[in-house]
């Protein structure tokens, strides 16, 4: 089989051709890159039309009651409340975390705040709350360091002082977080190493709510956290907090160097949808969004954005208007009524339309149109030739959601990840008209699996990632790079390779980097000819790194998260014509100076 790749021309791929789509779905958000670690903080994970309740929290014996709503109440004999937090809390050795407890009663208290193991010892940090007015809520703030580390710790609250102590919106946090910005530091270092372009979020199904009552709403995401409603989203079916809302998104979209894309709910949910004729306040909504993250700080919504610390506009450029809605009655009326007014007010931010134009042309203005796919093995890594085809006018396309699922894919196997490879290998050479990619989902919090597979799986204190991760690595210098003409000869279906070159930020230098992947179960003897590249005194530090495994339905694990993950070495021969083995289901990447 020979690879013939000629680099004395080429084509620009988009900057923004490869990132990600963050869901909040599998508690990836809340109990999961949120790095808040009390779950229920404010009591009120009932939501608005059912009772509050007050689980995970967990009271010891004692004349305690919980009041509907917000806050727990108690007559104090002896009272220990502890919270288990997400499955219980990952509390480390030296590090420190900032306990919040807004705190009431009539008289005066004593709280002792810990953070215990699981049975209650030993105590890993302990401070005590004293104070003899709070007759007003107070909010009142400890620093506790750990002397020992437990993965499954818990937050204690006790007091044998006797009288009446409400609580309401109790915070735990580690101090250290991603550029300070409250994200948990190790699974966002996990995206910065995949180097997405963008991040499309926060759904998914998510924005859209079984209900529109339970949709995701930015206007209650927002502003201080003690002030966050908070919602059920009854599609994932869990309560979140909203203590990552809407400007978080933005601001980890800023720290990781990645363009917004948010997707708001466009008067649709799941079940119930409001007609064109009524969707103004929806369009309102989103035009206050925009203004939110773009306007100046003296705006309306601007100066909202300022008082949570960030004077500077958001650069958010692309809005997606909902999310799976094309087949809706009212989406096409509703979407105009989007396009138009956020036209007219930000003529520079591009509209994602929900509708495939793929195969036919859409019957509406847009920048671009949505596609997503989840399938079989087999049938994405066919869909390599999907856009080879597709009209090249009109709208770009934004494959946002697509994964190999069902039981080729289990809980994230490497044939799965191989058949990604294979099709996001077509959608480099097709990115004249595809212009952004994402894998879905991201996370999944593996105590709460709503939805297989995921890219990165982890739980209160380990991660790993899935092989359809670490496939996300060997594409992650494409966007921007130049694609370059890259010819298979073979007579196989499962081969298909692409070649480009790119400029690394770090030294300057230019690469060049070859990807094959090999879907069959033959070994096979590949011929590389370069032509046409002023490659360097001999490509001595040229590498090959190669996904691939034992068996081709291997998957990763907590006790085994390498199992599948990229394995590098020195490409010894490397030169313009070179002899490479390919392993049987493997992803291949030569790496040349
Ligand atoms: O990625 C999981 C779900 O799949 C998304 O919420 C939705 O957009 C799609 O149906």
Not at 223 to 248: A, I, N, Q, S
Not at 311 to 327: I, M, Q, S, T
Not at 487 to 505: D, E, G, M, Y
Request: hydrophobic fraction near 35%; proline fraction near 4%; include cysteine.
């Amino acid at each position: 089989v020979n690879l013939i790749v000629n680099a004395s021309s080429g084509r620009p791929i988009p900057e923004t051709l490869f990132g990600i789509f963050f869901e909040e779905i599998n508690h990836a958000g809340a109990g999961g890159i949120w790095a808040e670690l009390v779950s229920n903080r404010g009591f009120e994970a009932g939501g608005q039309n059912t009772p509050s309740n007050i689980a995970p929290w967990l009271h010891s014996e004692c004349m305690c009651s919980v009041t509907v709503r917000e806050i727990i109440s108690a007559q104090l004999v002896e009272l220990e409340y502890t919270i288990p937090g997400f499955w219980g809390m990952n509390i480390e050795q030296g590090k420190t975390y900032k306990v919040v407890i807004y705190v009431r009663s009539p008289g005066s208290i004593n709280v002792s705040v810990s953070l215990t193991s699981s049975d209650g010892s030993p105590i890993l940090a302990t401070a005590n709350i004293v104070d003899s007015d709070v007759s007003n809520w107070t909010k009142k703030e400890v620093l506790l360091e750990a002397k020992g580390t437990n993965h499954k710790s818990r937050l204690q609250l006790t007091t044998s002082r006797k009288g009446v102590i409400w609580f309401d919106q109790v915070s735990a946090m580690p101090l250290d977080t991603y550029k300070g910005h409250g994200f948990q530091k190790e699974l966002i270092e996990m995206l910065e190493d995949i180097k997405p372009q963008f991040i499309r979020f926060p759904g998914g199904c998510f924005v859209e709510g079984e209900w529109l009552r339970n949709a995701f709403r930015w206007k209650e995401s927002i502003g201080p956290w003690e002030e966050r409603p908070g919602h059920f989203g009854d599609v994932w079916m869990y309560w979140t907090d909203d203590g990552l809302g809407y400007f978080e998104f933005l601001q980890l979209s800023e720290d990781l160097g990645a363009r917004p894309i948010w997707v708001f709910n466009n008067g649709i949910s799941h079940r119930d949808e409001v007609d064109t004729t009524t969707v103004s306040p929806f369009v309102q909504e989103a035009i206050d969004g925009l203004e939110f993250a773009r306007g100046a700080s003296d705006s309306k919504w601007g100066s909202v954005r300022a008082a949570m610390g960030h004077p500077e506009p958001f650069d958010l450029k692309y809005v997606a208007v909902g999310n799976e809605d094309c087949r809706k009655k009212n989406y096409r009326g509703n979407y105009l009524e989007f396009y138009d007014a956020i036209k007219h007010a930000y003529p520079d931010i591009k509209i994602i339309s929900n509708c495939d134009g793929s195969s036919h042309s859409l019957d509406h203005p847009a920048d671009y149109y949505d596609f997503h796919i989840y399938t079989s093995a087999s049938h994405l890594f066919s869909m390599t030739h999907q856009f080879d085809h597709t009209s090249r006018s009109g709208p770009k396309a934004f494959v946002s959601e697509y994964a190999v699922t069902g039981k080729d894919a289990g809980t994230g196997s490497l044939l799965a990840a191989l058949a990604e490879a294979g099709f996001l290998i077509g959608l480099e050479k097709n990115s004249d008209i595809v212009e952004m990619a994402s894998y879905a989902p991201l996370f999944v919090n593996a105590n709460d699996r709503r939805w297989n597979p995921d890219a990165i799986v982890f739980n209160s204190s380990m991660h790993y990632g899935t092989p359809s991760y670490w496939v996300q690595k060997f594409f992650r210098e494409s966007s921007g790079a130049t694609l370059l003409d890259a010819k298979l000869q073979t007579n196989s279906s499962s081969l298909v390779a692409s070649a480009i070159t790119w400029t690394s930020s770090v030294d300057g230098e230019t690469y060049l980097k070859i990807k094959i992947v090999n879907f069959g179960n033959r070994q096979v003897s590949l011929k590389v000819s370069v032509d046409g590249l002023g490659l360097n005194s001999l490509l001595s530090g040229s590498t090959k790194t190669v996904l691939t495994s034992s068996n081709v339905m291997d998957e990763n694990s907590f006790t085994d998260p390498n199992k599948v993950a990229p394995d590098l070495s020195l490409l010894e021969n490397a030169d313009r014509d070179m002899n490479i083995i390919l392993s049987p289901y493997s992803l291949t990447s030569l790496d040349l100076l």
